[in-house]
């Protein structure tokens, strides 16, 4: 019978497929979302299948129930097969990894009559590249290149992303996801499984044959390197139960700090490698730099008492007031800001002072449904340009929570982008700063702001810095949160969310607060929220 993990994975295929094909994003994205639910759910998927039941499952609709009878009755999916065999996934994947378009990685696939690396190189190593429309001697060297020495430098993939991409692995395979999700580096780029087993050329087999590789780059005894449909090499290591430990702290990384930890010790697990070594265990996120000594005792996600950024219907959020409070509640936290935007962010709806008020009673009704827990009428401020808040004091002053934070102006000269955020810290209804760097990870490159300045004026204040946890931004970064660290000013760890499940991006705020070193002591919302409200008066 499919196990829950098989059926997830043919979605997940499908997603991408859908994607490749040029479908709508919502549709894979919706196939992505049940896929990830229907893992996440206890009750056999094929049971609730043939009971007629599966609708009951949040975000699976008709479409994607007929998908999953098809699947059950059949054991396939006809369309998939399908596209399968017409948007080339091997090729596409391959391409990806090579740093070649989808388009032409397909016209080279069909010019030269190849399906897999080897036969690609092949091709390459007779001269032959030359014979695809559009490739002259240049791209031809480069491509020569990136085949014989692995691939380009690429984009880092973002958090959320390489997280689930790693987990699915890791539980196709029954092994551990290691590599730089697991550090929660902001943009991974080396992905590694561990697992351990007395037969690795069975573990080995079942990563070739899993739906999401698209091409095996080097296999050699107990380890393989495959590319995914993105584009992405994924090493997977089969260790020797007595060596798993030892392979578990290698593939983890970074190079750097493994190496400075000198030769490693066989050990059946990770805590037995550091006794060995007579160094404590160190949490995965201080795997940066070299470092041989005690760690503190990081934040952990269990630690968080509520959450202090997010977005409603009312702005350019996807959810109720009182769904996200309830989504909040859900997840244990004891208190929620609704922090909606302001007028100038511009790009989507904000609120004047009319709206503020009126979302304050729905605020307010939201609080008395859900009393004991806490939902605070809050604002996400803009600072306009000249350093002064986007909503008169009358208003400010009203409101239980205020964060302040630009959207615009980005390339503003050190001392102006400075002076502007500092202005915000000094107006006395500011209690946090938003998104402090405005980094879009890929995309936009962090403002010139003066930190130390930040942190400085910030201290005196009492205002709090955050760490927006959405996937692309994760602002403050890590060395940033160090700074706030080591000058003893707190942080916070908010998500940002735009939608109930935009909550969930929690784990990545507290992740990069543990890389920068951050106790639950250093974020303020591990507090309860009459102590968190009141440190701001001191
Ligand atoms: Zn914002
Ligand atoms: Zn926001």
């Not at 994205?29 to 299948?49: G, N, S």
């Not at 016209?107 to 390459?124: F, K, N, P, S």
């Not at 290691?178 to 990563?207: H, I, K, Y």
């Not at 007579?278 to 005792?297: D, H, I, M, T």
Request: aromatic letters at 4%; a negative charge; proline letters at 6%.
């Amino acid at each position: 019978m499919l196990s829950n993990a098989d059926i997830a994975e043919r979605l997940d295929a499908f997603a991408v497929l859908l994607e490749l094909a040029g479908s709508q994003p919502y549709t894979s994205r919706a196939y992505r979302r049940a896929a990830d639910m229907i893992r996440e759910t206890p009750a056999p998927i094929v049971e609730l299948v043939r009971q007629g039941r599966v609708r009951d499952l949040r975000g699976i609709g008709p479409g994607i129930e007929r998908r999953l009878q098809e699947l059950v009755e059949t054991g396939e999916i006809a369309e998939l097969t399908e596209l399968e065999q017409q948007v080339r996934p091997e090729l596409i994947g391959l391409g990806r990894y090579l740093g070649v378009s989808p388009r032409r990685a397909i016209e080279i696939g069909e010019t030269l009559g190849v399906r897999d690396l080897e036969e690609l190189r092949d091709a390459a190593r007779n001269g032959r590249l030359t014979e695809v429309p559009g490739i002259g001697p240049k791209t031809a060297a480069k491509l020569v290149e990136a085949l014989e020495r692995g691939a380009p430098a690429r984009r880092g993939m973002l958090l959320n992303r390489a997280l689930a991409l790693e987990a699915g692995l890791a539980e196709a395979l029954g092994g551990a996801p290691a590599g730089d999700p697991r550090r929660m580096r902001d943009a991974s780029e080396r992905f590694a499984v561990v697992c351990a087993t007395g037969r690795p050329d069975e573990v080995l087999d079942r990563f070739e044959a899993l739906g999401q590789v698209v091409s095996i780059v080097q296999r050699e005894s107990g380890r393989a390197v495959g590319v995914t449909v993105e584009g992405v090499p994924v090493e997977v290591i089969a260790a020797a139960p007595a060596r798993f430990g030892t392979e578990l702290v290698r593939a983890t990384g970074s190079a750097a700090y493994v190496d400075a930890l000198g030769p490693l010790p066989d050990a059946s697990d990770e805590e037995a490698v550091y006794r060995e070594l007579g160094v404590p265990w160190c949490p995965p996120e201080l795997r940066e730099a070299p470092f041989r000594g005690e760690p503190p005792r990081l934040v952990e996600l269990s630690d968080i008492r509520g959450e202090l950024h997010c977005h409603t219907t009312w702005s350019d959020g996807k959810a109720s007031v009182l769904e996200m409070a309830s989504a909040a509640r859900e997840l244990g936290y004891e208190y929620l800001a609704i922090c909606d935007h302001t007028k100038a962010v511009g790009a989507v709806p904000g609120l004047g002072s009319d709206d503020v008020l009126r979302q304050g009673d729905e605020v307010a009704a939201a609080n008395d449904a859900l009393t004991p827990f806490g939902v605070l009428a809050g604002i996400e401020c803009d600072i306009l340009p000249d350093g002064s808040l986007d909503l008169p004091d009358h208003v400010l002053e009203r409101l239980d929570w205020v964060t302040a934070s630009i959207h615009a102006g980005q390339r503003a000269p050190r001392k102006e982008i400075t002076a502007r955020t500092v202005a915000a810290l000094r107006h006395p209804a500011v209690r946090a700063l938003s998104h402090p760097t405005g980094r879009i990870i890929n995309h936009r490159p962090p403002n010139a702001v003066e930190l130390e300045e930040v942190i400085a004026v910030a201290l005196e204040e009492r205002v709090a810095v955050e760490i927006n946890g959405l996937p692309d931004r994760l602002d403050l970064r890590d060395e940033h949160v160090r700074m706030c660290v080591e000058a003893g000013l707190p942080v916070l760890c908010n998500t940002d969310a735009h939608s109930t499940r935009g909550l969930g991006n929690m784990r990545l705020a507290v992740g990069t607060g543990r890389r920068g070193w951050a106790t639950a002591a250093d974020v303020l919302n591990t507090r309860p929220l009459a102590e968190l409200l009141a440190w701001k008066s001191g």
